[in-house]
């Protein structure tokens, strides 16, 4: 698998964790999730997914956010319904979660600083 991600399901909560790190372009979202689909990771009874930026930083301009929001969009047999949340510790990088976050539409997506705070809201 690519370093720059990994995954891992939790079945007793339901939640998918998708753990990012070093620079992500847009490529590298698009390209996990589709390989993601490809080997079957998302579970059809996930109840929400916690993308964990906390090792890695954007490598994406600030408007190209949405192709992130338009992927997610296009593929609302995966994401329909699901609470996303983005979990970063940089500031430089809560403005790209951030404006996903306004383009969201089908799926709900919110950015975070920990990850008590985002299972927290994925569960709710």
């Known amino acids: 698998m690519n370093k720059k991600f990994s995954y891992r399901f939790d079945p007793s909560s339901g939640i998918l ?50 192709q992130i929001a338009d992927f997610y969009e296009d593929h609302l047999e995966v994401f329909g319904g699901l609470k996303i949340a983005i979990i970063t510790d940089n500031p430089r990088d809560i403005i790209i979660p951030s404006l996903v976050e306004l383009k969201s539409k089908g799926y709900l997506s919110k950015p975070f600083s920990t990850m008590e705070a985002a299972i927290n809201w994925v569960l709710s």
């Open 17 to 66: 964790y998708k753990y990012y790190s070093g620079k992500v372009s847009i490529l590298d979202i698009t390209a996990s999730w589709e390989y993601a689909f490809a080997k079957q990771l998302v579970p059809e009874n996930v109840r929400g997914i916690i993308l964990d930026y906390k090792a890695a930083t954007f490598d994406i301009k600030v408007d190209e956010h949405t």
